[in-house]
């Protein structure tokens, strides 16, 4: 992985930009599973603090919160009060 390529990707998170990774960043980060999940990592811990362009945080999520995410949109809750 070009060292260029992997300050970019953090730094567009950790910068406060905001900045939209670029699709060879994005081609990157899915091809190299560590670095995916050190990703998802930092995103679950540090989502709040407004730094994560939404596009790339939807690209790290866990696979497992978004179907999760899908499937109680659907469910009826109740709450009893």
């Not at 970019?8 to 900045?19: E, H």
């Not at 091809?31 to 407004?50: G, R």
Request: net charge negative; charged share 20%.
């Amino acid at each position: 992985m070009n060292n260029h390529n992997f300050d970019s990707i953090f730094q567009a998170v950790w910068d406060g930009s905001q900045r939209v990774w670029t699709d060879e960043e994005k081609a990157v980060v899915v091809s190299h599973p560590e670095l995916l999940n050190q990703l998802q990592s930092w995103a679950d811990n540090n989502n709040s603090d407004s730094c994560w362009h939404k596009a790339n945080y939807d690209l790290v999520k866990p696979k497992s919160c978004i179907a999760n995410t899908i499937s109680s949109a659907d469910e009826d809750i109740h709450i009893p009060f």
